[in-house]
């Protein structure tokens, strides 16, 4: 990079850092349902946190004893390997510099995402473009306040989509996702797509290696575990799914009957066409999105830091279509800038003061007026990004 990109490149770092800082220091938090109105910082971490204390204590992962190891957290409610495996070696350190440490990985992850990302790239003004949505994009500032385990899974399956792209090893790091969180087998039909059946199988047998022994042990934890699954149309402030969305304006709003059965239709036909476009047409970024986008599209319980899976998302658009500035302002590339907008800045949640005064409330006890505009926000974004993807994959697919 020539001088001026390079300063351009370490104000863009600057500003992340001193994002960082600031929502570290809580000063950020009226931006933000869950750093507001939820139990506190590092609440998310704490449960791998007591996860891995009730390991060591021959307990359950999934035993709720909020307090015992923890000033506070939230019930475990991952595969059970990340609880007694890392959740054990957390418990090395005290709660909160376990927590400073895990940031600073975090962190370290970041850069390594945005040399990876370097590697992709044909220009530097592409790169510089693919920077933003790493370090400047705040449910990431949302997630390292509460401590969560989404950016860990997203690097995750960053790294084995870049391993699919460039045909190495890193496609094996798909092995460890689900592991982490079980969302990532949102991502199997693209592997599957591209032929990699052996990564599937692996992937397969390491879930059921590391769980089985486990549940035959504690039978009761299944059905816990398997509450992540469930059907429940799941609304609430904290949450910015697409069906979460419909909840709230069917059963709360409009009280239509059977809204679990309709919405279950549109999830089979939207997994039908996602399945239809990354079989038809061959292109790994594009099919990448579109799964990731259903993801947001399906599921139950979307909470804010969850938006961090679309940073690689972002980022590899940019550096794989080589865009610059100026092309996001041109008709055909338009839509993605305003997804980005929408999913990176912060939801509409601070301009309730506008609506109640001195206490930041759950937006949906206010008029439907806020809360429908609060809810909506982010998941237009992705609906933008979703069918914006499907019309560009005609397009932009290679033959096999």
């Not at 992540?228 to 697409?242: A, I, K, P």
């Not at 940019?318 to 590339?333: D, E």
């Not at 001195?358 to 609906?383: M, Q, R």
Request: net charge positive; with cysteine; aromatic share 18%.
């Amino acid at each position: 990079m020539i001088k001026k990109e390079k300063l351009i490149f370490l104000l863009i770092a600057l500003v992340h850092l001193t994002l960082v800082l600031l929502m570290l220091a809580g000063k950020l938090n009226t931006f933000f349902n869950d750093a507001s109105l939820r139990k506190g910082q590092a609440a998310d971490f704490f449960a791998v946190y007591q996860a891995g204390y009730n390991t060591k204590e021959g307990n359950s992962v999934y035993l709720d004893n909020e307090g015992e190891a923890t000033p506070y957290s939230y019930p475990f409610r991952y595969f059970p390997f990340i609880g007694y495996s890392l959740g054990l070696v957390l418990n090395i350190f005290a709660p909160f510099v376990a927590y400073y440490i895990w940031i600073l990985i975090y962190e370290i992850l970041l850069g390594l995402n945005i040399y990876l990302t370097f590697k992709q790239t044909r220009s530097t003004s592409s790169f510089l473009l693919s920077c933003i949505p790493w370090l400047l994009f705040t449910p990431y500032l949302l997630e390292i306040f509460m401590g969560q385990w989404s950016f860990l899974l997203t690097c995750l399956l960053f790294y084995s989509v870049y391993g699919l792209l460039n045909q190495n090893r890193a496609i094996y790091t798909y092995i460890l996702a689900p592991l982490v969180k079980p969302n990532a087998l949102i991502l199997s039909p693209l592997f599957l797509r591209f032929k990699k059946l052996k990564l599937l199988l692996f992937t397969a047998g390491a879930i059921l290696l590391t769980s089985i022994p486990y549940f035959s042990v504690f039978r009761d934890d299944i059905p816990l575990f398997m509450q992540n699954f469930s059907d429940v149309l799941s609304y609430h402030g904290g949450n910015l799914g697409l069906k979460s969305l419909y909840g709230l304006i069917t059963v709360e709003y409009l009280s239509i009957p059977l809204p679990r059965l309709w919405f279950l239709g549109f999830v089979i036909a939207l997994g039908i066409l996602t399945l239809y476009l990354t079989f038809k047409y061959k292109n790994i970024i594009l099919s990448y999105t579109l799964w990731t986008c259903y993801f947001f599209l399906i599921y139950k319980d979307v909470w804010e830091h969850h938006y961090v899976l679309m940073m690689p998302v972002f980022a590899l658009i940019s550096v794989k279509m080589n865009l610059t500035a100026k092309h996001l302002l041109s008709k055909k590339y338009l839509p993605l800038l305003i997804s980005f907008l929408l999913i990176a800045l912060p939801t509409p949640f601070i301009l309730q003061y506008l609506f109640v005064d001195n206490a930041l409330v759950e937006p949906d006890t206010l008029s439907p007026l806020f809360a429908i505009p609060y809810h909506i926000t982010k998941i237009t974004g992705i609906i933008v990004l979703y069918i914006w993807s499907g019309i560009q994959i005609r397009t932009l697919s290679y033959k096999d």
